[in-house]
């Protein structure tokens, strides 16, 4: 367990980076056997231009959506940090009343 929230060990860091490498190399390899499987027949090579008209439009696509998925969570975690700013306001309020009312009561218990 980290020490420190948002602080990776180098541990940490190799195990999500080995992983990384591991989903690199099964994607090279899936990508490969659709290659192999589309191009199996020696007809199928006169589409090969359609093929990669087809991969170059999937990948914008797919970098749309991830750009969008990760604008999404970029904008909940803004609104995240707003609220435990907000919340972290209301703490201090809460704080400073209750020291000025223990104040109060010190100051009145005091008198009589």
Not at 50 to 66: C, G, I, M, P, Y
Not at 78 to 94: E, F, H, P, R
Request: hydrophobic share 35%; net charge neutral; glycine share 2%.
């Amino acid at each position: 367990m980290d020490l420190l929230v948002g602080v990776t060990s180098p541990t940490t860091q190799n195990a999500e980076s080995n992983q990384l490498d591991d989903m690199r190399r099964e994607a090279e390899t899936n990508a490969l056997r659709i290659i192999q499987a589309k191009l199996e027949k020696p007809e199928n090579l006169e589409k090969l231009d359609q093929l990669r008209t087809a991969a170059a439009q999937r990948k914008r696509v797919l970098d749309e959506q991830l750009r969008t998925a990760v604008q999404s969570q970029l904008e909940s975690i803004k609104t995240g940090i707003a609220q435990l700013q907000i919340s972290l306001d209301n703490m201090k309020t809460v704080k400073r009343t209750m020291r000025e009312t223990d104040e109060k009561i010190t100051k009145n218990c005091s008198i009589t």
